[in-house]
């Protein structure tokens, strides 16, 4: 019986034309992360089951996540999200490390779910946390970092919004709603205030809190604290764009501690949040060892890959390889050896090898998107003279191998 | 209780310091595969448990591979190596694809392994296959490839050495000292030549093949059959370096159908296989599409990173931060403000942010291998000159912020 050529539900391959994507996207993202003097990391996929246990949103570890017992009783978890992972990194060399610390890492995630638009079984997230600074100019930063990557990738302003909320300020409205309330039911249901219509909201909320009214003063924005007021202002004079206080965002995980914010899509169409993050100074204290005052974001491939296409943002991204050299005869060995000149050039040159005909061999550099193919037969061997051709333009001229990389390829 | 911070056992934390070993490593492997036309890919972590039952070896799938059942009651398996994924994907898409076809890309690996040096659970590897050539000269291109990467590493001729055998002369050699003998289990004992004194392997022979003396002829080398000296001829004369006939290489891999290499650390120290690859013609053709040939290798981290370090290979690698600003009195919104101006210049700038005296921010900067301290105060902001320090030179220098892009930091 054949095997199966289908990847695993949920997960995607990465041909050269979607890895080309991928690569263009990471490393936007890097050279806007490192602007900022973050500095690059990376943890095991595999990590012990009582490391999310803690934290982690109840929902996503238990339900969520791949999980399974080693040959040795002990339950490990492919991660299903970095926070954890580089809060125990920081916490094993508290001491060592220097602060301010900035540090960013594009794991690879794993979630047991059910397929649905932009959520996948195996995804990549930008995480970015910076570790060590208590007051609201690390969140400030971030802000600033978000605007960064919004504009790197020629996102207009009118594109997204940031959006603002204070865990201390929302927990306060609760708690004045019912003093002994369990918040992180309260929390939960405000994360979907905006995938719930105003009827069912408030019914669920009636259910939870016996003064609904007192806590809808606050998310309806009716009665915002001075506090909110004053958070606001200091991130707007700072310079960050497209900010806004909003009293509903939540966030799903347990760990956030005060500040946190989500990035929303303002087309009409995916009116809806595509990363966040905020304040986690609990976290890294979690390991016994004094706490760390920290704030970070997220964000995934697939959703920002999507935001991206409908802005219609992304560029057609030409193949690396330069020249692409069509053996004409058995020729093959001394192809390769005028390739291996070119590549001293730092030209990257491939060689079709196949033996095929000519027209099959131009049609397969065609196909890898090269545009240059260079001629390469005994005759041209002797003269020293090769035909390079561009085939988008048709373009045709008699070169020397010393001539080809002081041409605009 | 607190949560521990350990890593779980054979897996690695790359904090930044580490990382950059790993980004400079993996930054070469892709601009030497690039040089030669390989296009980057990825595949699932995660891969049905039949894709690996068929051809890696079953030592591997069943001892050494960390799979499960998901919650659909599928087995799925964290790929313990790449090539059956590279496989499946090019059959998925067998005529869409232009051959010759390569391909590289650098996955992290999981097996479940007792700790050893240069064994992990979760190690990166380079898989560099070309697809679609049926003659020894995708063979040469590959071992011109893993010349390349030596040497742009810095690696000397006398540091490593290429073994070739050809599992067709192999196996011919096997059967001829015995007809009905099963293939694997004398491949298996031949891949363990190195490891065991001439008398334990003499021994272990004796059980498994009726006349040892004919296959220890051919692997000795005493009567090498003249295609040998063909293959290897063709291979030196194409201009592959350090390479030379090895008539006891058999690689663990059962699905290996021609030619075999590995590469040797020729350190007496360390004197063995640090990677190694070959030719396997029929694994795309399980997938029920029409067989293409593919020649490959594999090289893992941990050992090229071994290798490395014992030939003192790896440089000093420098922090991307260009300039560190240290922040004298409550001014962090302007230094963030200054920074923006010289990320403009596409320098990459940390603001330091923690508000400690400044001779612990310099510490700190220090610290991360920073170079370049710029301070920025009330006085500085309103003259435009700035003090940048070299700390490692101790030189200083008072400029204003359009100078700073034009100075050689």
Redesign the interface.
């Known amino acids: 019986m054949?095997?199966?050529?289908?990847?695993?539900k949920g997960?995607?391959?990465?041909?050269?034309e979607e890895?080309r994507l991928?690569?263009w996207m990471f490393g936007k993202w890097r050279e806007v992360l490192?602007?900022?003097?973050y500095?690059?990391?990376?943890?095991?996929?595999?990590?012990?089951f009582?490391?999310y246990a803690?934290k982690t949103s109840e929902e996503i570890v238990q339900e969520q996540s791949?999980n399974?017992e080693?040959?040795g009783g002990?339950r490990?978890v492919?991660r299903p999200e970095m926070t954890p992972t580089v809060s125990?990194?920081v916490?094993?060399?508290r001491q060592e490390?220097?602060?301010?610390l900035?540090?960013y890492s594009i794991p690879?995630c794993?979630r047991?779910e059910r397929q649905q638009r932009g959520r996948l079984?195996?995804f990549w997230q930008l995480n970015a946390d910076?570790f060590?600074?208590d007051?609201v100019?690390?969140e400030?930063?971030l802000l600033?970092v978000v605007n960064?990557l919004m504009e790197s990738f020629g996102a207009p302003d009118s594109a997204y919004q940031i959006r603002v909320n204070s865990r201390v300020l929302l927990n306060e409205a609760i708690i004045d709603s019912q003093p002994q309330v369990e918040l992180a039911s309260v929390l939960r249901l405000i994360d979907n205030y905006d995938k719930l219509s105003s009827d069912e909201f408030d019914a669920k909320l009636a259910t939870l809190v016996d003064k609904p009214e007192v806590l809808k003063k606050y998310l309806t924005g009716e009665s915002l604290p001075e506090q909110a007021q004053a958070v606001i202002d200091k991130i707007v004079?700072?310079?960050v764009q497209n900010v806004v206080y909003s009293p509903t965002i939540a966030r799903g995980f347990d760990y956030y501690t005060d500040i946190v914010f989500e990035v929303f899509d303002t087309n009409p169409e995916n009116n809806r949040a595509m990363f966040g993050g905020g304040r986690y100074d609990g976290l890294v204290g979690?390991?016994?060892v004094a706490p760390v005052p920290t704030v970070g974001f997220g964000m995934g491939d697939v959703t920002f890959e999507n935001f991206l296409r409908s802005n219609d943002l992304i560029p057609v991204l030409p193949?690396?390889?330069d020249i692409?050299i069509v053996t004409i005869g058995d020729i093959?060995?001394q192809a390769?050896?005028v390739?291996?000149r070119l590549?001293d050039y730092?030209?990257?040159?491939?060689?079709?090898?196949?033996?095929k005909k000519i027209d099959k061999q131009i049609?397969?550099a065609e196909?890898?998107g090269?545009n240059n193919v260079l001629f390469v037969g005994e005759s041209e061997l002797e003269s020293g003279q090769f035909k390079l051709k561009n085939i988008q333009t048709g373009e045709e001229q008699t070169v020397t191998l010393d001539q080809i990389p002081e041409l605009p390829l």
Not at 34 to 37: H, L, Q
Not at 97 to 100: A, D, I, K, T
Not at 346 to 355: C, H, K, P, Q, R
Request: charged share 30%.
């Open positions: 054949s095997l199966n050529t289908q990847n695993y997960t995607r391959d990465f041909y050269p890895m991928s690569k490192e602007s900022f003097g500095e690059e990391y990376d943890g095991p996929v595999l990590e012990s009582d490391l803690a791949f399974f080693d040959r002990r490990v492919m125990r990194m916490a094993k060399k490390l220097g602060y301010p900035r540090m690879n794993f047991y079984r195996e910076i060590g600074v007051t100019v690390a400030i930063e600033l960064k004079t700072a310079g979690e390991f016994g193949s690396e390889t692409y093959a060995v390769q050896q390739a291996g590549r730092s030209l990257n040159v491939t060689v079709d090898l196949s033996g049609k397969t196909k890898k090269v």
